[in-house]
């Protein structure tokens, strides 16, 4: 078996929510879930939440391609916020555009990114999905509370039905399951992030937001990743979780979301309206993957 040549990637993060970028916008790159996997294993490979391939854009009217994997299974996804902005500084640091302002295609969903005079980037992450078809969610069973005119879904936990959150179900693309907590320091992520995740009311799973609201301009945030598990930082996530408050009545139009990684700002004025998030994105290093032979454990 002929090796493989080595792949040239940056790896960036955005709020430690960390990512290996590659180029494809030259020639297509021809990777398995396999070498997905080991890319993202912090072990085996290089490591990393997601895993983002910027490709040409297939419509006249967009710059740019935007494909993300889950670093932990390899999967195809349809959104990333932060991978957003990294995208952002990618194609400009590696010279694909001189753009301030970028209009990118990803799988069902078209973005617009923003450098910003103080050299974060600004994503106009389009609208919010509420309609359960969409998201996907399939509510079966118990009726929703309704705060403020928006729902609150109950999930029970499968392993202990007794064991019941009640969720607001947004989609940015990405589907999204925000509940409440007094405080994010104390909540129990590890334990109800991944039967939230794997519930069976989201057909295609869910990332898992846990919100704790210090005030209508404040929120601290931790989210347990669909295919990744708790990371630093969500950037989808940050934008269902505020949008989810705005809907509740709990949050002002502009709000400042504190991860564990740092710091986002998240705009929206409503239903009808995109939702806006402005954060880093901080390139860390370039360098070359050489991927195993078949007897690896990746094969
Ligand atoms: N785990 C997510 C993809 C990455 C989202 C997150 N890293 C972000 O910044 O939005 C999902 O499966 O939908």
Redesign the pocket.
Known sequence: MTARPPLPFTKMH?LG?DFVVLDATRAPLDLSEADLRFIGDRRFGIGA??ILVVEPARAADADFRYR?F?GATGEE???????ARCFMRYVRDHGLTDRDTVRVETMNNRIVLEMTPDGRVTVDMNQPIFAPAQIPFEPTGLAPRLVNGFELWPLANPADPAQVVEVAAVS?G??HAVQRVENVDTAPVAEVGPWVEAHATFPRKV?AGFLQVVDRGHVRLRVY????GE?L?????ACAAVVAGIRLGWLDAVVDVDTRGGQLTIAWDGIGHSVRMTGPAVTVFEGTVAFPDRDCRFT
């Open positions: 955005g929510n939440d997601q993300i889950n996804v349809e959104h990333c916020g932060n991978g940015m990405n589907p990332n990743e669909r295919g990744a990371t930082a969500c950037g989808t996530g």
